[in-house]
């Protein structure tokens, strides 16, 4: 099926590896001009240019981090300066540190929201403005499964993932009539190295093997695997294709079935 976004301008944030390079490749996969970002500026330089000779499309990396606003400035103007206006907009930050209620400390809430909350706010008012001019946009988040179903020893992801939702939600109706849509992807269990992390952390916390949690995970989840980046790239392009232009407002999980309520 052909998308109908062939040279339209993509910026995707936090991709030098994971899911938001799993939206990257497949947006360029469709011949999306795609810009994106990392804090370490060789990396995303170099996954950038091997993004573009296995798409045959035009990609750049720029070193940014999502966290601090002026890097957040830097890396629009540079978008700009280099593709143009971003026509679609994939926000996304690595994940914020594991702990529960009694081992975080206060300091570590507010950084937490700088970077999976605020990041994306930061980002969306600076791409909508053009978007509202050209009466077409797609913006889409990358937040978790944390936000249906909270995970017990991932207080802050919770925490601002919800509020970023709430944002998402709201922004919705009201930039609907300029042809903008606005949705999340919810990860569930994919195969990248946050989850590694997260194994590793909880091998340390329960004292068993990281083979035999991941087997846990493997074994616990419908499908019987573990999500790849591609899976979730391959809905990130739907959502910013044409046909999606009536899809707004929406979380959608990418979790293999692994979420057991109703709605
Ligand atoms: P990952 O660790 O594999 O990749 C994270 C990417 O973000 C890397 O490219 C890294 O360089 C970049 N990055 C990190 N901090 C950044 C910053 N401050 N500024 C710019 N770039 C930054 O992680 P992932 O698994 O791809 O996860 C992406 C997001 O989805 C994270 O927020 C994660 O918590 C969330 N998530 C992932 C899963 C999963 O199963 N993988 C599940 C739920 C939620």
Not at 90 to 111: C, H, K, L
Request: proline share 4%; hydrophobic share 40%.
């Amino acid at each position: 099926m052909d998308l109908g976004i062939n040279g339209k301008i993509a910026l995707v944030t936090a991709a030098s590896r994971g899911l938001g390079r799993g939206c990257a490749e497949q947006l360029a996969s469709e011949n999306c001009r795609v810009a994106i970002c990392a804090r370490d500026e060789a990396a995303v330089k170099q996954v950038a240019a091997d993004i573009s000779t296995a798409t045959d499309s035009e990609v750049i990396g720029i070193g940014a981090d999502v966290s601090q606003i002026e890097d957040i400035d830097r890396l629009l103007a540079e978008t700009r300066q280099s593709l143009g206006d971003p026509d679609i907009l994939v926000t996304n930050a690595g994940g914020p540190p594991p702990g529960t209620y009694a081992s975080t400390a206060i300091e570590d809430y507010q950084r937490a929201l700088d970077l999976n909350l605020m990041s994306a706010v930061h980002l969306i008012r600076g791409v909508t403005p053009a978007m509202q001019s050209r009466g077409w946009g797609r913006i889409i988040a990358i937040t978790s499964i944390s936000v249906k179903q909270p995970i017990g020893t991932l207080l802050l992801s919770n925490m601002a993932r919800a509020g970023l939702t709430g944002f998402l939600k709201t922004i919705a109706t009201e930039l609907a009539p300029d042809g903008i849509t606005v949705n999340a992807l919810l990860p569930g269990t994919h195969q990248t190295s946050r989850i590694d992390q997260l194994i590793q952390h909880r091998a340390e916390q329960e004292n068993r093997t990281r083979e035999e949690i991941m087997q846990e995970m493997t074994a616990a989840n419908p499908t019987r695997t573990i999500g790849e980046p591609s899976d979730f790239g391959a809905a990130a392009a739907f959502l910013a294709s044409a046909q999606a232009n009536y899809i707004t407002g929406q979380s959608l999980l990418i979790d293999g079935g692994s979420y057991k309520g109703l709605l």
